[in-house]
């Protein structure tokens, strides 16, 4: 008689995992291949743009550097506290992820009261040209990004200061910081085009 085969006990492998040992991170990586190539329309379109105008901007000045220039340091500094976040969910420290979280939120919500004066600097209103119409849609597309990670930090600093925290939270937080570095590296390249591209 043929004897059973032998099962693996797999029960005391973790549930969970940092990085690619994540489906949530290979998840994140999916979303930020899918926006990277909406941007990377986004600022193709802008280019194409420019090359059929006789003057860019055709009818206006270009957008003012204050706001723009700020709110990129605000964003490169916004990398500290959720690189901090990230490192202490990895340790399971709930109170130093606790404090991250709170920080990156509040800088979420400080890029977000400088983009309104973005907003108001760009010297042309989305419907008055094709200009001032990829200039507010890239503008906008990224304000949305940040919207929905400023959002998505809220709901775990809720979660980590209501508890109790299940330990696959940690992760959450941590595939968090990393869409975050993907907001301010896809921001870098937006802000160059559109504070920079018509000055040159």
């Not at 032998?6 to 999916?30: E, I, K, M, N």
């Not at 003012?64 to 690189?83: A, F, H, Q, R």
């Not at 340790?91 to 800088?107: A, I, S, T, Y």
């Not at 119409?133 to 775990?156: C, E, R």
């Amino acid at each position: 008689m043929k004897q059973p085969a032998a099962t693996l006990d797999v029960s005391g492998l973790p549930t969970f995992g940092f990085g690619p040992a994540s489906t949530t991170w290979w998840a994140t990586l999916g979303l930020i291949f899918i926006e990277s190539t909406v941007f990377a329309l986004g600022i193709a379109s802008y280019f194409y743009l420019r090359g059929q105008a006789p003057a860019w901007p055709p009818d206006s000045a270009p957008p003012d550097l204050l706001w723009g220039s700020l709110n990129t340091v605000i964003m490169l500094l916004s990398c500290l506290p959720n690189y901090l976040a990230s490192q202490a969910a990895h340790r399971f420290d709930l109170q130093r992820v606790r404090l991250g979280l709170v920080l990156c939120l509040l800088f979420s919500l400080l890029f977000l009261g400088g983009r309104i004066g973005e907003f108001a600097s760009l010297n042309v209103n989305w419907s008055h040209n094709a200009y001032g119409s990829i200039t507010w849609m890239l503008l906008g597309l990224h304000t949305v990004h940040l919207i929905t990670d400023t959002f998505d930090t809220l709901v775990l600093t809720v979660l980590f200061f209501t508890g109790p925290v299940e330990s696959k939270r940690y992760v959450d937080v941590s595939e968090n910081g990393d869409y975050w570095y993907f907001v301010v590296i896809s921001w870098l390249a937006i802000y160059a085009v559109i504070y920079w591209g018509p000055r040159f």
